[in-house]
């Protein structure tokens, strides 16, 4: 029995060694008084995940005090979403980790217990991802004009990462602006689309740039389009949808955005605390650095410009939903 | 196989499995004929019957109504009983089993209210005392591991328990 | 030659080798926490990496999954509480081992089979990587059906005692696995508006559930049996039961590997077709389930054998095959890295440096495997009335950890009573587990054919992949009628021989 105990104390220590590194250091006088928690609403691996991770590790340093990450998954991100807009007793101390899946599952999920808009603070955008339009490198189509004339005619399949991800919702989008035949093939995640796409398997992606970039820089796959507002800095020669001037595509303009928000009563003490934090930490070399890496820019609204954001995107993927029947 | 035995003739019965293919029989008569038609939605269009989403639970459902009508087939005809699978035990006390049951209630229910820490310690309390242990420094035990295990699950690992009921 | 000191260099820093051995013993105690998931692991420790070179941040995180493949079997062998879903075949036969007073012969073998598994995963990864990844890439959702439909023929195999029974536990199974949102219409199905369902049933809850609760349950109605004290508990693997295991190890490490290759099938799949294969072929087929030896050891190479092949199509791709290597890739990313193709243009020195550093963590598996085989093994002789309520809390912690949801508990004890039912009426929970793993597998790829393939069944038979497929499908099951008839007439020959 002693052994027991003692290998369990050995286990134990070895862990802490390297988990525990993280010792809360919050100093008394001011926001925050407790550990913060950042709440993923999406399972561990992914965009979401890893930016939370480094994101709660330079908050550390900047806010002085513990940030731990929670993951929370469920129905695209909307249960963590629904309790944080609850409440509860450390509410004065969660934020959460938003994405489109915040307006998307707004758009597309039955009875939500809350309204995406009014029932948040928007604390600060972190990063913009632009999604690619993708074709595997033997494909006939060279340009989106090429593609979508072609679409016309045959039917075309396009791969995404789930129901209501902004891949799937890209790709509605393009198909209702269009007003070509193509049909949605889903994948359990990104990493088990690309194949798909890699093999020729279906047609198209919407993909995010940072799935995608390299086998766009190694020749596998040939980027037609980004769906960004302006060119990416990691795609200069591949032109912005809104730049193709036809197929009412000035209207696709769409980011996977990341950013931070709490619950409607986030005290403002936390939210002028937050914000300061959030600009050092968006200045930090470590931020920009894995900024670049995921072929992000870093986020530009913050508060109320962030809110009106939202409001707009929720709107705009109600309309997607309701087009493309995924409204329930 | 399970089929055939020597014993055949006797045309006995395996209550057991008739018992359980009548449950699985209701089962899925409830699951084909109220559930997939009421909780499954169909989308309006389709060009395949096989992308409904009801496809798979429909036919899941018909091959479970099969196989359990086989499974009473059986039980009528087959003994089975005489075989050694593990169905048979000597019953311990009443007290013993629901006591088991009230601490499996305590982590159910409790578990959010209470904390992590104070269900945990109750509940062992009651396991070690519907089988008696009777070594006196184990109960000890009962406390110092769901507050340590909590403590490591939520300081070490970061991974988060209710601690506390405050 | 100037490489080769230029990889040596890169890889010849203490750092390294602490990563390595810190992130095998982490995941090792780690991955036997029921619960408490190698991914989660690899996940929580994501942060710390940061920090450090990238070598030993890729190192430290693969060490925790190799480290966390392997310590899911300690307590699946033990207290039959598979520590991560990929250990649950390991339990069939590893928990009655432990029963018949042989826990260390069967952690042993696990350890062991592990071992020659991973070793040879990563010799696939590095001299074949390159190959399989092209297999990987042809690998679309017809071959992808096929396989499930192979994959399915096992039930028939674990289907121990009775095959109607061990068929239905396969189709509830099936069921239960389609809870949650259709995957292509978003629409629910039989989630009766429950949030917690939407995004199906959790799988940890379900495992911890559907095999350890029902120990726990039956332990509390039998009547006291006297614990019987097994000495020093058992034994190690002899010499002459490894190379019995040999071939089943071998066999099961290459289905792991070509497994782990593809990207979105996973090691519990993988361990499940070695152990059914190794089943099939042993000559003591009746002992499979009851405690044999080489039962353990397949399960164990079927899993391991995923792990450094899970690489393959990360590394030479750049695609992620399960959540594990997600977390990797992210990690790759943080530091600057982007694994694929070009890396193997531009950092060909960081890549062998990691390829040294994977190779170890094989040796450093087997050495800590062994130190936590002297300690964990001692478990089976505490007496169960002190054992099984400490038990129970872990299980609770872990199933609520999962997803930090109240429901999870629920969930876990729902299946505990049902896999109590199922003790008592006799139905196994292996066919089961396959049916949940594998149903909406089996139903998003026929769906996924039909879809790319505009309606149009030729796509099902599109190339020798799926012919190959199709034959061993229909070859299994052949074999398993063909199986079925002469045992059938074998036992009405005994008969009349009885009687005459």
Not at chain 1, 124 to 145: C, E, G, Y
Not at chain 3, 110 to 124: M, R, T
Not at chain 3, 185 to 199: A, E, I, K, V
Not at chain 3, 395 to 424: E, K, P, S
């Amino acid at each position: 029995m002693k052994k027991i105990v003692k290998a369990a104390c050995l286990a134990a220590c070895s862990g802490g060694l390297v988990l525990g590194a993280s010792v809360s250091t919050a100093s008394a006088n001011e926001w925050p008084t407790n550990d913060v928690r950042l709440v993923v609403p999406y399972a561990p691996g992914g965009t979401t995940d890893v930016l939370s991770r480094r994101v709660a590790d330079l908050l550390q340093d900047e806010l002085d005090a513990n940030v731990v990450v929670e993951n929370r998954p469920g129905a695209g991100s909307t249960v963590a979403t629904g309790r944080l807009a609850r409440g509860g007793r450390d509410v004065d101390h969660t934020i959460l980790m938003a994405s489109p899946g915040h307006t998307i599952g707004a758009a597309i999920y039955p009875d939500l217990a809350y309204d995406p808009v009014k029932d948040f603070v928007f604390l600060q955008n972190l990063i913009d991802i632009p999604n690619v339009m993708v074709v595997p490198a033997d494909s006939p189509f060279d340009s989106v004009n090429d593609f979508v004339e072609a679409a016309r005619e045959q039917g075309m399949t396009f791969s995404h990462s789930g129901v209501g991800s902004s891949i799937h919702m890209s790709g509605e989008l393009f198909k209702t602006l269009t007003e070509t035949n193509m049909t949605a093939v889903p994948f359990a995640g990104s990493g088990a689309a690309l194949p798909a796409l890699l093999g020729g398997d279906v047609d198209v992606s919407f993909e995010n740039m940072p799935t995608v970039l390299s086998h766009i820089r190694s020749g596998d796959l040939r980027a037609l389009a980004v769906t960004s507002a302006e060119r990416s800095e990691y795609l200069p020669d591949v032109p912005t949808l809104a730049e193709i001037g036809e197929y009412n595509l000035d209207q696709f303009v769409t980011t996977a955005w990341f950013g931070l928000i709490a619950h409607e009563s986030f005290p403002q003490e936390a939210q002028d605390a937050m914000s300061e934090a959030l600009a050092s930490v968006m200045k930090r070399e470590e931020f920009l650095d894995f900024a670049e890496q995921l072929g992000a820019e870093p986020g530009q609204v913050g508060g109320e410009a962030f809110k009106e954001f939202i409001a707009q995107e929720v709107e705009r993927w109600q309309e997607v939903a309701e087009q493309a029947g995924i409204s329930q | 196989m399970s089929t055939s035995s020597p014993r055949r003739i006797r045309a006995v019965r395996d209550t057991g499995d008739v018992l359980a293919g009548c449950v699985l029989m209701t089962a899925s008569a409830i699951l084909l004929f109220y559930l997939v038609p009421n909780y499954i939605s169909e989308p309006p269009i389709l060009q395949n019957p096989m992308m409904s989403p009801r496809w798979l639970p429909r036919i899941v459902g018909g091959l479970m109504l099969g196989f359990s009508f086989l499974l009473i087939v059986q039980g009528l005809l087959v003994d089975n009983t005489g075989k050694d699978d593990g169905r048979r035990i000597e019953r311990g006390t009443r007290l013993r089993f629901a006591m088991m049951v009230v601490a499996l209630a305590v982590y159910v229910v409790l578990f959010e209210a209470l904390g992590a820490v104070i269900a945990g310690i109750l509940a062992t309390l009651i396991l070690f005392a519907a089988h008696p242990v009777r070594i006196w420094w184990v109960y000890s035990l009962a406390f110092v591991f769901p507050a340590a295990v909590a403590f490591i699950f939520v300081k070490v690992m970061n991974v988060p328990l209710p601690l506390m009921p405050f | 030659m100037e490489m080769f000191s230029e990889v040596l260099e890169l890889f010849l820093s203490l750092d390294n080798f602490i990563a390595i051995a810190l992130g095998v013993v982490i995941g090792v105690v780690v991955g036997s926490i029921p619960g408490l998931t190698a991914t989660m692991a690899v996940a929580l420790a994501l942060p710390f990496t940061f920090s450090m070179q990238p070598v030993a941040a890729i190192l430290l995180l693969v060490g925790i999954y190799k480290g966390g493949m392997y310590g899911g079997s300690i307590t699946a062998i033990l207290i039959r509480t598979p520590g991560s879903p990929a250990s649950a075949c390991t339990l069939l036969d590893g928990y009655p081992m432990a029963q018949q007073g042989h826990a260390k012969k069967a952690l042993k073998t696990a350890l062991y089979s592990s071992v020659i598994a991973d070793f040879i995963s990563n010799i696939a990864l590095i001299f074949f990587a390159a190959y399989l990844a092209k297999i990987a890439l042809n690998f679309g959702a017809p071959e992808f059906f096929w396989l499930i439909c192979f994959s399915l023929t096992i039930i028939i195999s674990l289907a121990s005692g009775s095959m109607i029974k061990g068929l239905l536990a396969a189709l509830m199974g099936i069921l239960l696995s389609l809870v949650g949102l259709d995957e292509v219409y978003g629409s629910q199905r039989l989630t009766f508006g429950n949030y917690s369902l939407m995004d199906s049933i959790s799988f940890i809850p379900l495992l911890i559930g559907l095999f350890a609760i029902p120990e726990i349950i039956e332990f509390y109605r039998k009547k006291a049996l006297p614990h019987i004290k097994a000495k020093a508990s058992g034994v190690g693997m002899t010499l002459a039961e490894l190379k019995r295991c040999l071939k089943s190890i071998i066999r099961g490490s290459l289905i792991g590997v070509v497994i782990g290759a593809i990207p979105g099938t996973g090691a519990t799949a993988a361990a499940f077709i070695s152990y059914s294969d190794a089943r099939r072929r042993s000559p003591n087929r009746d002992n499979f389930g009851k405690g044999e030896v080489e039962g353990v050891a397949a399960a164990e190479a079927g899993n391991n054998g995923v792990a450094g092949a899970t690489l393959i199509p990360l590394l030479s791709l750049g695609i992620p095959g399960d959540v594990i290597t997600a977390i990797i890739l992210g990690a790759f990313m943080v530091h600057g890295l982007t694994p694929g193709p070009i890396m193997f243009q531009e950092n060909l020195t960081l890549i062998y440096a990691l390829f040294v550093g994977i190779m170890f963590s094989s040796l450093v598996l087997l050495v800590v495997g062994s130190g936590a085989i002297k300690y964990f093994s001692l478990i089976a002789d505490i007496p169960k009335s002190i054992l099984f309520p400490i038990v129970l809390m872990f299980c609770v912690y872990g199933a609520y950890a999962v997803n930090n949801d109240t429901f999870d508990v629920w969930l876990m004890l729902g299946f505990g009573v049902l896999g109590y039912i199922f003790n008592r009426a006799a139905i196994p929970a292996a066919p089961f587990l396959i049916g949940f793993i594998l149903g909406p597998m089996f139903e998003d790829n026929l769906r996924r054919s039909l879809l790319i393939g505009h309606n149009d069944l030729s796509i099902f038979v599109r190339g020798p992949i799926t012919w190959f497929f199709i034959a061993i499908t229909v070859g299994s099951i052949l074999l398993a009628i063909y199986r079925f008839v002469s045992a059938r007439r074998q036992l009405r020959r005994d008969t009349t021989q009885e009687a005459s």
